[in-house]
C-alpha cells in the first residue's frame, strides 16, 4: 500500500469524522492520532510520506483496523465515494471541457479543491472504471453508475446536501451573471407529485442536451427541490 494512498485514508477518515461532527477540528484528530497538528496536515496534504507502518500506528489509535482500511477499497465503498462527494463527477466533466488538462494541480485549482484530493478522486475514477488513462492522459470510460430513484441512499443523500451547500456558498462568492437561483411557493394537489416529477426529469434532460451543445468550457451544477413547507397532518 503506497503513501499516497495511506494519505488518501486518512483524509477520507478525517471526513467521515467531520460528517458525523461537523464541528470535529483537526486538532481534535491530531488528539486522537496521537499526531501532532502540525505532522498531520503534512499527511493529508501529501507534503510528508505516510508510510504503511505509520499509517498502521495511527489506524490503531483511531481504532479502525488494517482490514478495515483494505475493505474501503472495495467496489462498494469505492462507488458509495463516487456518488457521495461531489469532486468525482465534476472531473468527468472537466475531463468533457475543451482546455482539459491531465494534470492534478490543474484539475484542483479549476475546482477549488486541494489536490491530494483530484488525486485521491481521480485513482477513485481509475478503480471505479469510469476513467481510463491513454498514454498519460486521462479519458472518461463511459461507463455509468445509477442509483434507482426514490430508493433512500446514504450516499446520494450526501451529495444532495453537498450540492445544496455550493448553492448557497454561489450566493455570496458567485456573480448573477454566472448564476440563477429561484424558486417559487405554491399551494398544490399532493396526487400529482408522480406527474412533477417525471416533468422535471424531462425538463432535466432537455436542458442538458442545449448547454451540451457546442464547445464546453465549464462545468456547472443544476440543482432542482421540490419539497413540502406543511407537515403531514396527523389521522
Do not use: C
Amino acid at each position: 500500500m503506497n503513501s499516497s494512498f495511506e494519505s488518501a485514508w486518512l483524509l477520507a477518515e478525517f471526513k467521515q469524522r467531520k460528517i458525523k461532527n461537523a464541528a470535529y477540528s483537526l486538532r481534535a484528530f491530531s488528539r486522537a492520532a496521537k499526531v501532532s497538528p502540525g505532522r498531520l496536515s503534512e499527511y493529508l496534504a501529501g507534503k510528508r510520506p505516510l508510510t504503511p507502518k505509520v499509517a498502521t500506528k495511527i489506524a490503531g489509535e483511531l481504532g479502525t483496523t488494517r482490514r478495515g482500511r483494505q475493505e474501503f477499497s472495495t467496489v462498494e465503498d469505492e462507488t458509495f465515494a463516487v456518488v457521495a462527494d461531489w469532486q468525482h463527477f465534476a472531473i468527468l466533466s472537466l475531463m468533457e471541457t475543451k482546455a482539459f488538462r491531465s494534470d492534478e494541480k490543474w484539475i484542483a485549482r479549476r475546482l477549488g479543491i486541494s489536490a491530494l484530493e483530484a488525486r485521491e478522486a481521480l485513482a477513485r475514477l481509475l478503480r471505479t472504471g469510469l476513467v481510463v488513462m491513454r498514454g498519460k492522459d486521462y479519458i472518461p470510460s463511459g461507463k455509468n453508475l445509477s442509483t434507482s430513484e426514490d430508493i433512500p441512499s446514504a450516499a446520494l443523500r450526501r451529495s444532495h446536501r453537498q450540492s445544496l451547500e455550493q448553492a448557497i456558498d454561489s450566493l455570496e462568492n458567485v456573480s448573477v451573471e454566472r448564476r440563477d437561483i429561484s424558486s417559487v411557493t405554491m399551494a398544490i394537489d399532493a396526487a400529482k407529485l408522480p406527474l412533477a416529477k417525471a416533468a422535471i426529469r424531462e425538463f432535466r434532460r432537455k436542458l442538458m442536451n442545449l448547454l451540451e451543445t457546442g464547445d464546453a468550457n465549464e462545468v456547472y451544477n443544476l440543482n432542482i427541490q421540490l419539497h413540502p413547507l406543511t407537515l403531514e397532518e396527523k389521522k
